[in-house]
């Protein structure tokens, strides 16, 4: 691991994250086009690779809302006072 991060080395992610960038756009597009030939009715041609569109539910639920209302909003407070919050980090390359 280089000491140094050169400005090269800046400039080769920045490139790269460009690329992946354009990359998902281009598959968003293609994936909304298939999805959409597939409601539509379309057939997949013969071969080795299919494609279908796979339905599913979630249900997200508010704890924090129903703890609130079960068991009071200082009891609520309480548990989220006494929970370790969850760190996270993020890389930020930007021009200055």
């Known amino acids: 691991m280089p000491t140094v991060i050169t400005q ?5 992610y920045l490139l790269a994250k460009k690329r992946h960038a354009a990359a998902e756009e ?12 597939l409601e539509a009715g ?9 494609a ?10 508010s704890w924090k809302t129903i703890v609130e209302r079960e068991l009071g909003e200082a009891y609520a407070t309480r548990v989220l006072a006494a929970t370790a919050p969850k760190q ?9």
């Not at 279908?52 to 639920?61: G, Q, S």
């Open 26 to 37: 281009k598959l968003a597009a293609k994936e909304a086009q298939f999805k959409a030939a």
């Open 42 to 50: 379309a057939t997949i041609d013969e071969g080795l690779l299919t």
């Open 52 to 61: 279908y569109i796979k339905n599913r539910e979630r249900r997200d639920v």
């Open 8 to 12: 090269r080395e800046l400039k080769d």
């Open 88 to 96: 996270y980090s993020k890389l930020v390359v930007e021009s200055v």
